[in-house]
Nanobody, 127 residues
Framework: QLQFVESGGGLVQPGGSLRLSCAASGFTLDDYDIGWFRQAPGKEREGVSCIKRWDDNTYYADSVKGRFTISRDNGKNTVYLQMNSLKPEDTAAYSC????????????????????WGQGTQVTVSS
């Protein structure tokens, strides 16, 4: 079963930055499209960003385009989400998972992953 461990969340002021990490064990992340997702209190989970397997093409939801950057380090079997210019509306629990970037890019509000969702890491943007 595909399992992921997210880390790097925290409390940050508006305009600040954080880098989230998505680590995997027991399988190679580069064999899968990997997405980042978030769920704010009282809201449905949504997709945020995605990186394709093998060619590393990247995709972003409009709400984060130009502020977030997804990347992959195959040597560390880890996918990152660099988040800059953070806003209070970015506050959410962020999780990663294996997905289909092509499908996710057409329906960011209906994210699906292969396997289970990770526990996630909390990001709070507040002054």
């Amino acid at each position: 079963q595909l399992q992921f461990v997210e880390s790097g969340g925290g409390l940050v002021q508006p305009g600040g930055s954080l880098r989230l990490s998505c680590a995997a064990s027991g399988f190679t992340l580069d064999d899968y499209d990997i997405g980042w997702f978030r769920q704010a209190p009282g809201k449905e989970r949504e997709g945020v960003s995605c990186i394709k397997r093998w060619d590393d093409n990247t995709y972003y939801a409009d709400s984060v385009k130009g502020r977030f950057t997804i990347s992959r380090d195959n040597g560390k079997n880890t996918v990152y989400l660099q988040m800059n210019s953070l806003k209070p509306e970015d506050t959410a629990a962020y999780s990663c998972g294996a997905t289909d970037c092509t499908a996710l890019n057409t329906a960011w509000s209906m994210p699906r992953v292969f396997g289970s969702w990770g526990q996630g890491t909390q990001v709070t943007v507040s002054s």
